[in-house]
């Protein structure tokens, strides 16, 4: 799961939400291969086995009611008939190797090199002459970190905004390049950190020179702000540098006018999309599209053999190809149903009491000056929900779930966001309205006090704490020490919440008081910080000896 502010991530555990006993003997009835025989077991009492990860998955399943998060099938709510006569009624007879019949993904010559034509077809308006789309069963982060190894050399440097997915930190350790921190648009009032804006990156370059050889961008982000990539393409080609574009949430964006461009209309040299998160592909499974012309496909599929498994799966694959045909069949009016529904939902809530939506009535669109503006595009199937003061993000979503089934996507201390796609129905909006509507009778139960409810992100962006390379703090000798003595000291891990996996201390960086206060808050408020050296974050790894 990726993107935005830079510490918004789910606040729930599957432990405070669900009850792990429920229901067990469902488990050895999943992988029977008859109606029949999983109601003869589940029957039975037979089961001996516990299986907590399996019977919380399926109890889970059952209990959503309002599904705003990715994948975009939404529980199989809408995918090809196809893919889905693959997978029915026993999906694990497609679950098969890479046999003659079906090609091999890291050298295609056969049905996957023609479905990945297709792809570029279907997803791109140039088409496969201009375009080479490659299927990604590791999701975007594979592909992130595949395109900063085939554009980005080892000491040269790598424009990134300070939001980026950790995918990029991780790209940067791999490809050993140095990254150029640039702070994103950054909304104050509504605590939403939004794109980059082109000066920036001209300031960049002209800072850094002939030093960098790629910028990376992210657009969307997780609120789904676009930036302006058709100029960020223009500045980045005239410096003679790659540009590439982190659109995992802009899939569907080719499908319909109403919705922003796709950098693959902006001349990006690498556009990267998580076709499962807003799209109708299973998780993990998102497509590369790169320019033929502007990038070396050779090196490029060399460094995906490094981040992609070689034992690849053939229903991600499948999915992928299934979520093709869908949309080159459908794509206008299936996003023509999911924008009305969109718009619908965000003009029933904005009417609510206390709850704004972010794009609705010019909230949060506001022009820095002439030529900046906060939201440079922003992609209406996604509704980020801004609260009421003294209420809690993490503690609504928390009520939602509990109370209604209504999962958000991404909450956050001051907002909420839903993702809405071709597989979302009237009766998720229906439910996610109602449920909105009722906070006010449990308003004491919902906020209560636990000293974070506000947290200005703006500082920790603006202040430039890199001391070394992220490669050099991941290789460095290291040692833990207790949290209070940390400060000051270069951080050897990368800490972030996840999702949407954006890091708040970034390996290399000298640890602040600032950071350890925000993270402390996360923490208060329920959520979790992936990173660390351990849960409670009382200890932190840092470099051992500083010259």
């Given at each position: ?65 309002g599904n705003f ?45 023609d ?111 676009c ?33 922003p461009?796709?950098?693959?209309d ?46 690849p ?19 206008k ?93 009237q ?40 001391a070394?390379?992220p ?11 207790k ?47 992936s ?17």
């Amino acid at each position: 799961m990726r993107g935005h502010p830079i510490l918004s991530f789910h606040a729930y555990t599957p432990v405070h939400h669900h009850r792990l006993s429920i229901r067990q003997n469902c488990i050895r009835a999943c992988a029977l291969s008859t109606t029949n025989e999983a109601t003869q077991f589940l029957e039975s009492g037979k089961q001996t086995t516990d299986t907590p990860l399996i019977s919380t998955l399926h109890d889970e399943s059952r209990r959503v009611r309002g599904n705003f998060f990715c994948p975009g099938h939404k529980q199989g709510n809408r995918i090809h008939p196809s893919f889905r006569s693959l997978c029915e009624p026993d999906p694990l007879r497609a679950d098969l190797p890479e046999l003659p019949a079906l090609d091999n993904l890291f050298s295609p010559e056969g049905v996957i090199q023609d479905a990945q034509r297709m792809a570029a077809d279907t997803f791109t308006r140039d088409g496969s002459e201009i375009w080479q789309t490659l299927f990604l069963v590791n999701g975007s982060t594979c592909g992130i970190e595949a395109a900063v190894l085939a554009c980005a050399r080892p000491g040269r440097k790598l424009i990134i905004p300070r939001n980026a997915h950790q995918s990029a930190v991780h790209a940067a350790v791999l490809s050993g390049t140095i990254p150029v921190w640039v702070t994103p648009q950054y909304d104050q009032r509504n605590d939403l950190v939004h794109g980059i804006t082109a000066s920036d990156i001209l300031e960049a370059f002209r800072k850094h020179g002939n030093q960098i050889d790629a910028v990376l961008i992210v657009s969307p982000t997780y609120h789904g702000v676009c930036s302006d990539t058709e100029t960020i393409a223009r500045i980045a080609h005239e410096f003679g540098a790659k540009l590439i574009v982190d659109e995992a949430h802009g899939a569907h964006f080719t499908f319909h006018p109403s919705l922003p461009r796709s950098a693959t209309d902006s001349q990006a040299d690498i556009v990267v999309q998580s076709t499962h998160k807003t799209l109708t592909a299973m998780s993990q499974a998102a497509m590369m599209h790169v320019r033929k012309a502007s990038v070396d496909t050779r090196q490029l599929r060399s460094a995906l053999q490094l981040v992609q498994t070689t034992s690849p799966n053939y229903l991600l694959l499948a999915s992928l190809d299934g979520t093709r045909a869908l949309m080159e069949e459908r794509g206008k009016a299936l996003m023509t149903q999911t924008i009305d529904l969109a718009r619908d939902c965000a003009s029933r809530i904005a009417k609510l009491e206390g709850f704004e939506v972010l794009g609705t009535n010019g909230v949060g669109m506001e022009a820095v000056n002439s030529e900046n503006y906060l939201v440079y595009g922003l992609d209406c199937t996604r509704i980020t929900v801004l609260l009421p003061s003294g209420m809690i993000g993490y503690d609504l979503d928390s009520y939602l779930i509990d109370q209604y089934g209504v999962y958000a996507e991404l909450p956050a201390f001051r907002h909420l966001t839903f993702v809405l796609s071709p597989g979302t129905s009237q009766k998720d909006v229906d439910v996610l309205v109602t449920s909105l509507s009722k906070y006010k009778t449990t308003a004491v139960e919902i906020n209560k006090p636990n000293g974070a409810t506000r947290v200005n992100w703006e500082d920790t962006f603006k202040d430039d704490n890199s001391a070394i390379s992220p490669r050099d703090a991941f290789f460095a000798d290291s040692m833990t020490l207790k949290t209070e003595d940390a400060i000051g000291r270069i951080s050897v891990d990368t800490l972030c919440p996840y999702p949407p996996g954006i890091p708040l201390i970034i390996g290399g960086e000298r640890i602040t008081r600032k950071h350890i206060d925000i993270l402390r808050a996360v923490l208060e408020a329920g959520g979790s910080v992936s990173g660390a050296a351990d849960n409670e974050l009382s200890t932190i790894r840092v470099v051992a000896e500083e010259e």
